[in-house]
């Protein structure tokens, strides 16, 4: 079996493996350090400032990763046995290990969404009057691109509403942007305009920025000040974290215009699987970054797919039971993506 990391493996499992950039590696090497938990670690604090300015907010934090990040912005906005209104498939609900019920101590009201587009009634619907038979609504938490959703942006109208139906309600909103940028870049507007109408935002330097590690999360200067005391709380303070952050600055400053091209490449996957007989995609629903592709035509499991395709080396991720998830990343070109759906048609259909 291929071994994940060989250069002859076209490795489509996520944006989350991309490598650093050798302009981020020479950054960390060159990057002036400071001991962080005492707020003295220039490259740091220049992250976080870059960052707070894209997102027209006071201050951000540097934290270890999304997961830290999107617990944090819930712990500094809320009190134990406060409700958190949320997309079902929100990772924040699916993915995090169930760090808002055990560690945040909040009581989770999932909504359901249409591919990570929430019905504003909906939305209305569930947050319920202040009464003491229930919990208190305190957050809602939105997320763009929806992971779940296949990348799917939340165009923002629909964002907008939302977070008006959230505000008349009284609720704080937190903005799950692991791949912001992605959203923006799509609908070529700016993070500027998604962060406006929240009060907090978490985004990821680790996916399709190729950062090694960490993500950012910005708000005003008393919720980053909280913030910063919760980080240390959950064992996140660190020290010369300026080596990861200046890989952090680097992707801020270089390579968010690109993530255009992994939107090309996985439109172009996404047509090239359409051909292929057992597998369907819908094109039209490939906004970023991901394609999801339905198997059940193939009359096999997920599993098996995944392990045939494997073999002929092409790594995806499974999504029982009948979906498979492809992420492009800046380690694929056009001709990657030719090769990969050579390699998809003989998995699927030279195969069986
Ligand atoms: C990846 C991701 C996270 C969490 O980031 P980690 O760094 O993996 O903890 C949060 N939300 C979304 C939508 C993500 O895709």
Redesign the pocket.
């Known amino acids: 079996m291929p071994d994940v990391n060989s250069t002859c493996v076209i490795n489509l499992r996520s944006d989350?493996q991309t490598l650093p950039t050798r302009a981020m590696l020479e950054a960390m090497c060159s990057a002036p350090l400071g001991d962080d938990t005492y707020g003295e670690d220039p490259t740091v604090r220049r992250l976080e400032a870059l960052s707070a300015e894209r997102f027209g907010k006071e201050a951000g934090l540097f934290v270890?990763?999304?997961?830290?990040?999107?617990l944090v912005c819930l712990m500094a906005q809320t009190n134990p046995g406060d409700e958190v209104i949320l997309d079902a498939e929100?990772?924040?609900f699916y993915?995090?290990s169930g760090g808002l019920a055990s560690v945040a101590g909040l009581m989770p009201m999932p909504v359901a969404s249409d591919r990570g587009w929430i019905d504003p009634r909906d939305l209305r619907n569930c947050i319920r009057a202040c009464d003491i038979h229930f919990p208190v609504p305190r957050i809602f938490c939105l997320?763009n691109?929806?992971?779940r959703g296949g990348g799917r942006v939340i165009p923002f109208a629909l964002h907008r509403e939302l977070c008006q139906i959230a505000r008349e309600h009284g609720l704080s909103i937190h903005l799950?942007?692991?791949?912001i940028f992605n959203a923006a870049i799509a609908t070529k507007t700016t993070v500027l305009e998604y962060a406006s109408t929240v009060d907090t935002v978490?985004f990821?330097l680790?996916?399709g920025l190729s950062c090694p590690m960490?993500?950012v999360v910005v708000g005003s200067s008393e919720f980053i000040s909280r913030a910063r005391q919760i980080r240390k709380r959950l064992g996140g303070g660190m020290r010369q974290a300026g080596v990861a952050a200046a890989a952090g600055i680097v992707a801020l400053e270089e390579m968010i215009e690109r993530l255009a091209d992994d939107h090309f490449h996985a439109k172009l996957l996404a047509e090239g699987i359409s051909d292929i007989p057992g597998l369907s995609v819908d094109v039209s629903s490939v906004d970023t970054n991901m394609v999801y592709v339905d198997h059940t035509s193939t009359g096999v499991s997920t599993e098996n797919i995944v392990e045939r395709l494997r073999n002929c080396g092409v790594i995806a991720d499974g999504r029982p039971p009948d979906q498979l998830r492809f992420v492009t990343n800046r380690h694929h070109d056009s001709a990657t993506i030719q090769e990969a759906l050579r390699r998809i048609r003989a998995a699927v259909v030279d195969n069986r």
């Open positions: 989350t270890l990763s999304g997961t830290m990040g999107n929100s990772h924040l993915y995090e997320e691109t929806h992971n799950d942007g692991a791949r978490m990821c680790t996916k960490g993500s």
